[in-house]
């Protein structure tokens, strides 16, 4: 293959940031997304919470973050994401669900795939007001048991949101992929207005 057809090819990659505050949907769209477009998924959330379960050194220095509603350090976090992403190398394209989620993790993400010669897609942010978001919350705390899904760390989750991670917005924005989608009715309606905007970009 010419080196100039391989590059166009990774340049063709889809690679979709699902963003939004907790509760806004972010794990629910990204299985829909994994099934139209056969993407590669990765979630910090579920790659802390699987190493919290083995008990591993990352997984013991995460917890204490996870249980306040804290973010886990940025270079902590940066490592383990580079890991995960060279094993997604065969991968039409991956959604990064709930990374990033500060501006150095959003430089850190466009180097690492610029090192490989690709780009962000597209960014769809999920639009859900607060009440709601805790309810969602509440709600799966209930059925699972989430150790960050309590009242306190729900609370404390929505200002980090609001104070670090929502900027990004702005950010984005001036990339020109900034999608923002109205996150609440049913899971499949706002599916449909997701597939709509990342269809225009295809
Ligand atoms: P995450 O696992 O990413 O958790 P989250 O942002 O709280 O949202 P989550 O993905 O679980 O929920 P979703 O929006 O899908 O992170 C957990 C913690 O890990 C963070 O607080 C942080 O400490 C750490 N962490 C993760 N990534 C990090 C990073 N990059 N840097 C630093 N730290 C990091 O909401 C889903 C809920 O809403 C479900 O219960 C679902 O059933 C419900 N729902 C979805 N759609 C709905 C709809 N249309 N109507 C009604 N309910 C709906």
Known sequence: M????LFCNLKDMLNIVIFGAPGSGKGTQ???????YNLAHISTGDVLRAEMKNGTEL?????????KGQLVPDDVVIGMLANVLDTKKDAAGVIFDGFPRTIPQSDALDEMLKERGQEVSIVVSLEVEEPELIERLIKRGQQSGRSDDNMETIKSRLDVYKNQTSPLKE???KTGKLASIKGVGTVDEIFERIAEAVDKIK
């Open 30 to 36: 990204s299985e829909n997304l994994i099934k139209r």
């Open 59 to 67: 997984g013991k220095l995460a917890e204490g973050y996870i249980a």
């Open 2 to 5: 010419k080196l100039s057809n």
């Open 171 to 173: 950010h984005y924005e």
